[in-house]
């Protein structure tokens, strides 16, 4: 079996229910010991640790267990440092190595930007992005030292592209965008890649949100193989996933070839160029942010005298 992940330890944010569960599931069926943490609480991220916490992953732990898998509970805050250094402590001893992050933890705190209280904004950053750069940091030396890991985000057609109501959770996602361009770049030479997953599912998040003829069709299952494509031996990096409901695609950030206006350029000339600026039949991805910068250089070189 080409995705045979047995002998591997997948540590996933969030696994209590939803997506991280049903990715659980998925991996534990193709043999991976599975470190399941969930901070548990309500969707906002209310009301965590008087509630079910533990409960949420160590029931997801015995669906595994009960299978025949290798499993163990994790309830720490992706938020908290020393949290995610337990968690990962806990993975060591129970498993020795870790293979696979998936940065799956969120919540959401929806209303419109001018309604929304700073504290919303900032509560929703620190759970998707901080939270997945605290627990990134605390498995990156172990996955250093072996020279092999696996490492998605989970991003959203939310940051990829708008969603009303949801500005703190789209600069979230889209933050991790950002994350992976860079990290794909810093930990290629180590054998970690770093992709994302734009997922759109059938969850809590979205059981008020959607009509049920649209979330029968959405379920978590059907996002789940991409998430083992981006985590398997030959995974590429820098990659972002969509996946929804069987449909599988590829999201990618890219850049027209522009004009040249020269160092005299002014707004009108811009307003006059507009279609050829904007025409994107042949625009290209950069591998990094210099490329562009290159492009620069080279069109005002070769347009100079
Ligand atoms: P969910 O609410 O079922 O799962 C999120 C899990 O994260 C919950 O079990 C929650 O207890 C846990 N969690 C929240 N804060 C935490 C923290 N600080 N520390 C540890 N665990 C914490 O929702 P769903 O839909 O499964 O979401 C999973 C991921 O997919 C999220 O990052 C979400 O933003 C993303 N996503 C989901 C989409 C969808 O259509 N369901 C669309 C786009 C992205």
């Known amino acids: 079996m080409p995705y045979d992940f047995s002998g591997q330890v997948v540590v996933i944010t969030g696994s209590g229910g939803g997506l991280g569960r049903a990715h659980a599931l998925a991996f534990a069926r193709r043999g991976a010991m599975l470190v399941i943490n969930d901070f548990g609480g309500t969707r906002d ?91 990134t940091r605390a498995v990156l030396p172990v996955m250093q030292q072996q020279e092999y890991g696996r490492i998605v985000m989970t991003t959203s057609s939310s940051g990829l592209y708008g969603n009303f109501g949801q500005s703190n959770y789209g600069a979230a996602k889209m933050g991790l965008v950002g994350l992976i361009n860079t990290l794909k770049l810093e930990l290629f030479k180590s054998g970690i890649r770093v992709n994302g997953l734009a997922p759109v599912a059938a969850t809590r998040m979205t059981d008020d949100i959607m009509p049920p003829q649209m ?8 996002v789940s193989p991409a998430v083992l494509y981006l985590c398997g031996k030959q995974a590429p990096t820098g990659e972002i996933i969509t996946a929804g409901a069987g449909t599988f695609a590829k999201a990618q950030i890219v850049e027209s070839d522009g004009v040249f206006l020269g160092a005299e350029a002014t707004p009108e000339m811009i ?35």
Request: hydrophobic fraction near 40%; charged fraction near 25%; avoid cysteine.
């Open 45 to 135: 991220g209310g009301d965590s640790r008087q509630n079910t916490s533990q409960n949420m992953a160590e029931k997801v732990v015995r669906e595994i267990t009960d299978q025949g898998g290798r499993a163990i509970a994790n309830a720490g805050n992706v938020t908290s440092e020393p949290d995610m250094q337990a968690m990962v402590d806990q993975a060591m001893s129970a498993f020795g190595r870790i293979d696979v992050l998936v940065n799956n933890a969120g919540i959401l705190r929806d209303k419109t930007f001018v309604k929304m209280d700073l504290p919303d904004f900032r509560t929703v950053i620190e759970v998707h992005l901080i939270g997945s750069v605290i627990a």
């Open 271 to 305: 307003a006059e160029s507009w279609n050829d600026l904007a025409d994107m039949t042949t625009a290209k991805p950069y591998k990094q942010g210099s490329d562009q910068s290159q492009k620069f250089v080279v069109n005002a070189f070769e347009n100079k005298g």
């Open 215 to 222: 979330l029968e069709l959405l379920s978590p299952e059907s």
